[in-house]
């Protein structure tokens, strides 16, 4: 469970100024603590168990994860394990449509957040799009070095 020391400054802002949404996203449990799931659990609530077996066997780099809002056939998912440079946690894709994967999205919540809110524009289609933005390019591939060994996406087959 992420404590005090390890939450990401951007999170800790954002929490500050409101948690309500990330409540209702199921982020928080009795005392008003944190309460991560792995990815697979968080794929079989989401998805059914069916599209779990494809996410389970990813637990090692994906044991804290928390949803966070959007998508259709995709959810959003802020992954607490290493950060980046600026002491922000990856928002990855995980999808359903097509071959199961998981991609790198944004470098941090503070791109989700902006991007949500509508203050920013993302260049490209696609998921990890901003992977090749001249701003975000180099935060999305310092997570995808960690997480993937430098792909921008892995294909979960289960």
Excluded: K
């Amino acid at each position: 469970m992420p404590g005090r020391s390890r939450t990401a400054p951007g999170l800790r802002r954002r929490l500050a100024f409101d948690s309500e949404l990330l409540r209702r996203f199921g982020w928080f449990g009795p005392g008003h603590s944190f309460t991560p799931r792995t990815l697979g659990r968080l794929a079989r609530e989401e998805f059914g168990d069916g599209w779990a077996a494809c996410y389970e066997p990813l637990p090692a780099r994906f044991e804290e994860c928390f949803l966070l809002p959007g998508g259709s056939g995709s959810r959003r998912v802020l992954a607490t394990g290493a950060v980046d440079e600026y002491g922000a946690y990856p928002v990855f894709a995980l999808g359903i449509g097509g071959l199961p994967r998981i991609e790198p999205m944004y470098p941090g919540l503070d791109v989700h957040l902006a991007d949500t809110a509508g203050l920013i524009t993302r260049a490209g289609r696609g998921c990890s799009a901003p992977g090749d933005d001249r701003a975000y390019g180099p935060r999305m591939r310092t997570h995808a070095r960690r997480v993937f060994g430098g792909g921008l996406a892995e294909e979960c087959l289960g």
